[in-house]
């Protein structure tokens, strides 16, 4: 038997990886009225231990959406807690593939016969080598959702005809850059990106909100910039994570070699 991981829905990761890694994916909960809802200790308490069931007690790493952006991660560690020692909540501070990235990290390393601490330092130093970005083209969802600082709203509302680029730091979004048209977006994030890289190949996931051409455009002008051996993959942003992001947002998470404290401002 095997370390299982778990993820919740919000990572986004395609069926055909789920299937191929053997990951359990929980899905986050949409409401009739177009909010969100994080998953319940309950929820999580039943899942892990049908995980526990079917891994022969080797252990379950979980892996979820920043405790900033929603009560899951709480939840999950108050569920861990029926399981002292084979249940391991990892600290994201992250959305989206970077956390998809984390659980594929780990559910590799568990088919390979892992044990659950090296399944648990996979996933965290796939955390820790990770950035997400998000370009959007108005921020009224995220400020509604509570999920932006007034601060960062504010700085981004004060420049009217330019289109942010938001940072995912330590759980919570900065604003990194600001443009005034998409190419130029796209053009400073490939420069970073490719900057941060240092030669060697990098993990890219772009995940878009009803945005597929522009999504396309950018894994192409990463494609052509990043070292040999990087790999790009182009995926829709899901319901729970695109009701807030609101249509046209692209999310850009990238997994690098080693780890790096820079701040990443466009």
Known sequence: MAVR?????????????????????????VLDDETTSGLTSLELVACYARQLERGGDDGVVALHLS???????????AASGVF?????????????????????????????GATLDECEAMAQSTIARSET???VHQLDDLRKSGRL????????AALLA?????????????LAGKTRTQSKAFAKLTELVG???GGEPVFVAI????????????AEMLREALPEGSRVMVEPLVDVIALHTGAGAIGLSVVFSSRTVDNFRA
Not at 91 to 105: F, K, L, N, P, Q
């Open 162 to 174: 330019n289109k942010p680029i938001l940072h995912i730091k330590d759980g919570k979004f900065e």
């Open 195 to 197: 900057e941060r890289a």
């Open 84 to 112: 002292p020692g084979t249940v391991r909540v990892v600290e994201t501070d992250a959305a989206g593939m970077s956390v998809g990235a984390a659980a594929m990290a780990a559910a590799t390393v568990a088919e390979e």
């Open 207 to 218: 995940q878009h909100a009803d945005a597929s051409e522009a999504a396309e455009q950018l």
């Open 133 to 135: 970005w998000l370009y």
């Open 67 to 77: 405790k900033t952006f929603s009560s899951t991660w709480s939840a999950a560690v």
């Open 149 to 156: 600082p007034t601060g960062t709203a504010m700085l981004s």
């Open 5 to 29: 991981v778990v993820v919740d829905s919000s990572a986004g990761l395609p069926d055909e990886i789920v299937r191929e890694l053997g990951i359990t994916v929980v899905d986050l909960h």
